[in-house]
């Protein structure tokens, strides 16, 4: 079972790294759902001993771009490949809110070599298990969802069937709202194996300043947040491997 957490600054990564998650999902500003990381950033985290993704978001908001952010995207591709990072998370919708497979495509050639995360767009497409599908036949690794719900604990019943449909042919990773208190609930009900979780708190002290950052004030990565998560994660899988199958769910 492999906790994955996402980070915006390099102390963060490296906090999540010491509380024992097993991938970074590596991003700029997480206040914002998190976007494209600088090639800097890329570069300090491809040093760490765990394997490190850079999400590819060039802006805030939903996710149809121009032919203008796609080269940016492409560019970003390119500049997380050459920093050493080990895989990207992408994701695009169509003007009918489908996703875009065509630009996908293109997208993934250009990460040829590297892992390949899909991200919470298939929570905001009409219909996530066709598009769960197309994220097979592109040769995706994994998708990142919520279950096209607030959070994955309320989205808990579609993620499962997303877990049915995939059938071992790729990975469906809950994502959204998940702590130590509820992680288990999810794990149980899902049969995952991997876990997304951004295990932050807010900055003791850090004022609140609207021009430098969320009026709500920033957050950091708790490297205590991750340990708590690693555990409760392990415990559940723990427990879950020794279930019988006719008790499960």
Do not use: Y
């Amino acid at each position: 079972m492999l906790l994955e957490v996402c980070v915006d600054t390099i102390e963060g990564a490296k906090a999540a790294v010491r509380g024992g998650a097993g991938r970074i999902e590596l991003c700029s500003a997480l206040s914002e759902g998190g976007l494209t990381p600088s090639l800097g950033l890329m570069k300090a985290a491809a040093d760490l001993p765990v394997p490190c993704f850079a999400l590819i978001r060039p802006r805030g908001g939903m996710f149809h771009f121009s032919t203008d952010e796609e080269q940016i995207m492409l560019s970003d591709i390119e500049a997380s490949k050459s920093a050493g990072l080990a895989g990207v998370v992408l994701g695009a919708q169509g003007r009918d809110n489908n996703l875009d497979t065509a630009l996908l495509a293109r997208l993934s050639e250009r990460a040829n070599g590297m892992d390949r995360t899909l991200h919470r767009v298939i929570d905001v497409v009409p219909d996530p298990l066709e598009s769960l599908d197309i994220a097979i036949d592109l040769a995706f690794d994994r998708v990142l969802t919520s279950g096209a719900a607030p959070s994955a604990q309320v989205g808990v019943q579609l993620i499962a069937k997303m877990v049915n449909r995939a059938n071992g042919r790729i990975s469906i990773m809950p994502g959204c709202g998940l702590n130590p208190a509820n992680v288990c609930e999810v794990i149980a009900a899902t049969d995952v194996t991997e876990i997304h979780a951004s295990c932050s708190i807010v900055a003791p002290g850090d004022p609140a300043f609207s021009d430098f950052g969320p009026a709500s004030g920033s957050k950091i990565t708790s490297e205590t947040a991750v340990r708590d998560m690693v555990a409760a994660i392990q415990r559940t899988a723990k427990n879950w491997r020794s279930c019988p199958v006719e008790e499960r769910h």
